[in-house]
């Protein structure tokens, strides 16, 4: 049960887009179209964004989006914002009942 | 409206025993899939375990075999039952509804109660 691999950071200006990685293998991401990523402020919960890979909960910008090929899961936020500064995790179903997430990475809008 | 609410947090000693609680409203724990997630300080999020509608329970390599989630349907609270803690147990723990049969993500979060295992 490794975790998923993202980059530690990325950032990017405002109004731009940036995509954050998430790499598995072939026993999670490649295998279930269970990915789901969580926006993360400082000492707040987790928010669902996406799951089932490229879907938005009810409620979430049309700026973010999902996308997966193969073992990698991507998250792509257009028109970057100020307020999209945070931390944000990919999590794959993994088998057998279980569940991964990625390590994380920081979003810093500069 | 949905609301998830942990307690229980606080300092245990290692090898040490503690149960957290989650009190759900808004929907039922019993006709969902409901996951306890933990963050350990300045690090990133780890799944722990989950119990299924039907009461099947899954449970991340680490604490296999030291932890326990279970649900009371009447008072609809959700538990993790914790034992033999360790150091490396110390995290804010998070209760999390995994919606649709775990389709739909975890889509609701409680904010989260802080287990400090240390002597």
């Known amino acids: 049960q490794s975790a998923l691999t993202q980059p530690a950071s990325v950032s990017g200006s405002p109004g731009q887009s940036i995509t954050i990685s998430c790499t598995g293998t072939?026993?999670?991401?490649?295998?279930?179209?269970?990915v789901s990523w969580y926006q993360q402020h400082p000492g707040k919960a987790p928010k669902l964004i996406i799951y089932?890979?490229?879907k938005r909960p009810s409620g979430v910008s049309n700026r973010f989006s999902g996308s997966k090929s193969g073992n990698t899961a991507s998250l792509t936020i257009s028109g970057l914002q100020a307020e999209d500064e945070a931390d944000y995790y990919c999590?794959?179903?993994?088998?057998?009942?279980?569940?991964?997430f990625g390590g994380g990475t920081k979003l810093t809008v500069l | 409206e949905v609301q998830l609410v942990e307690s229980g947090g606080g300092l245990v000693q290692p090898g040490g025993s503690l149960r957290v609680s989650c009190a759900a409203s808004?929907?039922?724990?019993?006709?969902?899939?409901m996951s306890w997630v933990r963050q350990a300080p300045g690090k990133g999020l780890e799944w722990v375990s989950v119990?299924?509608?039907?009461?099947?329970?899954y449970y991340a390599a680490s604490v296999k075999g030291r932890f326990t989630i279970s649900r009371d349907n009447s008072k609809n609270t959700l538990y993790l039952h914790m034992n033999s803690l360790r150091a490396e147990d110390t995290a804010v723990y998070y209760c999390?509804?995994?919606?649709?049969?775990?389709?739909?993500?975890?889509?609701?979060w409680g904010q989260g109660t802080l287990v400090t295992v240390s002597s």
């Open positions: 999390a509804r995994l919606a649709s049969a775990g389709t739909g993500g975890f889509d609701y």
């Open positions: 089932e890979g490229s």
């Open positions: 072939s026993s999670d991401v490649g295998n279930y179209n269970l």
């Open positions: 119990i299924y509608s039907g009461g099947a329970t």
């Open positions: 999590c794959s179903y993994a088998g057998s009942g279980t569940w991964v």
């Open positions: 808004g929907f039922s724990v019993s006709s969902t899939y």
